[in-house]
């Protein structure tokens, strides 16, 4: 049973950062292409970032592009989305999900598996 476990965010004021990881088990995740999403009040769930496992790549969307990075430990099966310069306009909860496939996706529908999700609140 694949399971993603999400842990970090929380409250913190515009211009500052936060960092998410989420941790995998339950399955070998070499050749998987991991993705960050968010979902705002009120509005559909959105790409945010996806990195490839091997080799890696990582691609944004242009609302976090020079703001947010995607990182991964192969050995922990765990990544990491590092959040710096955020707005209020960046306030959802985010959820890390993976795919069964190598090559970096933007739709929720590609991936099978998701992480619980977890609050982040910019305070302006």
Not at 19 to 48: D, H, I, Y
Not at 73 to 97: F, G, H, R, V, W
Request: with cysteine.
């Amino acid at each position: 049973q694949v399971q993603l476990l999400q842990s970090g965010g929380g409250l913190v004021q515009a211009g500052g950062s936060l960092n998410l990881s989420c941790l995998a088990s339950g399955g070998t995740f070499s050749s998987s292409a991991m993705a960050w999403f968010r979902q705002a009040p009120g509005k559909e769930r959105a790409f945010v970032g996806a990195i490839s496992w091997t080799p890696r790549r990582a691609h944004f969307s242009d609302s976090v592009a020079g703001r947010f990075t995607i990182s991964r430990d192969n050995a922990k099966n765990t990544a990491y989305l590092q959040m710096n310069s955020l707005k209020p306009e960046d306030t959802a909860i985010y959820y890390c999900a993976v795919r069964n496939g190598r090559d970096l996706r933007m739709t929720i529908f590609e991936y099978s598996y998701w992480g619980q999700g977890t609050q982040v609140t910019v305070s302006s």
